[in-house]
């Protein structure tokens, strides 16, 4: 007799095979020291990675994913001498790249988002960041159904740019590469010679603070507490052109132009001040830039929470990027079955209304996740 099969297995089979596709052809943008990384996979139907990989060549790399396509896919930020080897302490440890994290839900200002979230046991639709538990029926089964806010991921992406100046400017790297994460974040990743490769997890830690601004002087820095002294000017060096720069930006003075503390304070009080100081602050998660052992997502592989590639991003568009169907490699129109309703919202750029139990037409960019999350499954 013919095993009849089920919605989810059939669905696991699409998703793999749409991965199957698009990794068939060159989408990896690879290190030249890619033998001397360690890679991991998460696959498609397992919550566990399998770690310690290690690959010749592009060519290897492909074979060995188009054969178990995962969901995630990681390289180390650090180069070994023997990446396969399972014991950290015998990988013979080289060095480690210079690796930044900003993760816009994270943001201060974002931490309040609103994203539509769904319970796959009763329906219900919500809106906020990173809901656990149904407000409705108490389940835990509740999963985001949109992505981050377009208001968000600019935040992010000035972020993004704010901290590739501070590492050019201040730091001297002459190549900064910002990326997309493929779900709600930016990678910012330094072109990392022998001296960067070399830094330790202290010395990392330090430059994590600078950029943070943690313990940091205002009034030694730049004589914020002497109201006769002069604000500093943009153009100069480090944490005073940071400050200059966020003092002149914000109350419109023209660069070349001189103003006191004291004159400024007629227009804003001490605490406003400081407010807007910690502006030209970035948050960065400092986890990942201070552990020389990090993975990372690959440029060009598919971050199997929103089915959306790691894409490396020009400057320009940054302060102006959202999350679009047309970042999506899966183009197609695809027939799916919904497991819930979502009427009247618009998700990645799409206006939708789409009913539980009803068979829909929907773009591959919103099948590949909704699939994957349970919201729906091919038809
Ligand atoms: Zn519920």
Partial sequence: ?????????????????????????????????????????????????????????????RDYILKNPPLHLYYSSALYLFPEVREMESKGYIGSELIFDIDVDELSSCRLMEQLHVCLDCGHLMYGNKIKKCLKCGSQNVVEASPVSDECMKKGGEAALMLARILRKDFGF?????????????????????????????????????????????????????????????????WRGRIGEAIY?????????????????????????????????VEIDEKVTVDV???IRIPGSINGKLGLPVIKLNEADLSNFSIRCELSPFKEKVKVKMNVTITDK?????????????????????????????LADVS
């Fill in 1 to 61: 007799m013919l095993r009849r099969e089920h919605p989810r297995e059939k669905s696991i089979g699409w998703i793999k095979k749409k991965l199957i596709e698009y990794y068939s052809s060159n989408v990896f943008e690879l290190p030249d020291n890619l033998s001397s990384r360690e890679f991991a996979v998460q696959p498609l139907t397992t919550q566990s990675y399998i770690r310690h990989l290690s690959f010749k060549s592009e060519r290897e790399l």
């Fill in 174 to 238: 002459d190549e900064v590469r910002i990326y997309f994460s493929g779900n709600r974040g930016f990678h910012v990743r330094p072109l990392c010679d022998d001296e960067c490769l070399k830094l330790n997890g202290e010395e990392r830690r330090e430059i994590v603070d600078y950029i943070k601004g943690v313990g940091l002087d205002l009034d030694k820095i730049a004589g914020f507490g002497k109201k006769e002294w002069l604000v500093p000017s943009p153009d100069e060096p480090g």
């Fill in 249 to 281: 930006n914000k109350f419109g003075i023209k660069y070349g132009e001189r103003i006191t503390w004291s004159e400024l304070q007629k227009k804003a009080d001490v605490q406003e001040l400081k407010s807007y100081i910690s502006s030209a602050t």
């Fill in 293 to 295: 052992h990090r993975l």
């Fill in 346 to 374: 618009t998700i990645m750029g799409v206006k939708m209304s789409v009913y539980k139990g009803e068979e829909e037409e929907i773009p591959g960019c919103l099948a590949f996740p909704f699939i994957l999350k349970g």
